[in-house]
């Protein structure tokens, strides 16, 4: 039985062409570390770490590729930003569409007199603007948002949410998770200070790899999360305050930097724009098909605007965890069941606590594909 992949919001399959040969080519014939050593190999794969912030500077039109920091993932990224700004009696404010990786962080800080508010979403899981400006305190200093929902694919109007931080002199963090890679995401246009991105997800890259832009302000008021050797100031026991190395201790993930580094030029090659109307097109087909099936829950948007290619479904006929098993056992289709780490998204889109049973296609997906999901649906949730 073929298997077909449908679970790119969890992690993309496969990666960008070229960055399996990027890797093993690293790890074969590089090895070297960076700002550790003086050999070519260093001095090659030196060019290629930065190489890979100007690129993201590119993807994210943001002006400083030294203010590119690199983590293991978001979530990192996430507490690192968090954790580096708030101080006790701050106060912040998300939405009520966020992942485990804002509010565990958030809820974790709650014992240091840290608070948030959730600015309220509608069932489709579209920020309601509103809800938001009412949220705003004296001690609010920051708004930290997902730019796409992880559950429905629903894109939020963050350029809003950056304009009104701008008047009210809040800090602006965007999540990236789920649109790097998929659609413009400007930290310019946005007025973001800082934007955290993932690598293994739209970015098509390697897992154990993602970061965090962050503008010169905010950066030089963050406390670090970690210190330790930067392999420069080595004379001293003081972390350095320069950028990157100021929040980039210890060494780096290379193999991660430079499979990432292939996949950002698979996608400057292919053009954003060409991977989002392909993941565009398969997801109409699919929510045309699923249109068709009486007994299935479209979750969130029911149509192409202001989304990604996730859909969740739910099923009150059925038991959602039995036809995700089904899915794959019988058909091959791998598909993701639950809460998808973000409860707080199921409150609010009505699907708490059974969960959805979420499709996500990706670049390298297919019609075919989507039609087989289609297909294998309809036999299952035949009455
Ligand atoms: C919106 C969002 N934020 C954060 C994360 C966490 O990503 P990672 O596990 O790569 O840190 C995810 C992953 O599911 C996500 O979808």
Avoid: W
Wanted: overall charge negative; charged content about 20%; glycine content about 8%.
């Amino acid at each position: 039985m073929k298997s077909i992949y449908l679970d790119h919001a969890a992690t993309a399959f496969p990666k960008a062409p070229g960055v399996v040969d990027a890797i093993s080519d690293y790890l074969l014939n590089n090895g070297a570390s960076v700002g550790r050593g003086l050999s070519e190999k260093a001095f090659s794969a030196e060019h290629i770490v930065f190489d890979t912030r100007e690129r993201l500077s590119t993807l994210f039109n943001f002006p400083h590729p030294n203010h590119v920091i690199f983590t293991k993932n978001i979530t990192e990224s996430l507490n690192v930003l968090i954790k580096g700004l708030l101080t006790q009696g701050d106060h912040v404010i998300v939405s009520s569409m966020e992942h485990n990786a804002v509010m565990r962080p958030l809820n974790a800080l709650a014992a240091s007199n840290i608070s948030f508010s959730k600015a309220s979403c509608s069932n489709e899981g579209t920020l309601d603007f509103e809800s938001l400006k009412t949220h705003l305190k004296p001690e609010t200093k920051a708004v930290i948002m997902t730019h796409a929902s992880n559950v429905c694919g629903s894109i939020q109007d963050l350029k809003q949410v950056g304009e009104f931080c701008k008047e009210n002199k809040l800090i602006f963090i965007v999540d990236a998770a789920q649109t790097a890679g998929f659609t413009s995401v400007d930290f310019q246009a946005l007025n973001a200070h800082a934007i955290a991105f993932t690598g293994h997800k739209s970015l098509l890259g390697p897992q154990g790899i993602g970061g965090f832009l962050i503008d010169k302000a905010l950066a030089s008021q963050m406390r670090t999360f970690i210190e330790g050797g930067t392999g420069s100031l080595s004379d001293q026991e003081i972390q350095p305050e320069y950028m990157p190395d100021k929040f980039e201790a210890g060494t780096p993930n290379l193999p991660g930097i430079f499979g990432l580094n292939a996949a950002l030029k698979y996608i400057e090659e292919t053009s954003i724009e060409s991977i989002r109307s392909h993941e565009l097109a398969l997801t109409g087909r699919f929510l045309e098909g699923l249109s068709t099936l009486p007994t299935v829950k479209i979750i969130g948007k029911q149509d192409l605007v202001n989304r990604t290619g996730v859909v969740s479904i739910d099923l009150p006929k059925h038991d959602n965890a039995e036809i995700s098993y089904r899915l794959y056992k019988e058909y091959g289709i791998a598909t993701r069941c639950g809460m998808h780490c973000a409860p707080s998204a199921h409150e609010t889109l009505g699907t708490f606590p059974q969960g959805t049973v979420r499709f996500s296609f990706s670049h390298f997906n297919t019609i075919k594909d989507v039609d087989a999901a289609i297909k294998a649906l309809q036999k299952l949730l035949r009455p």
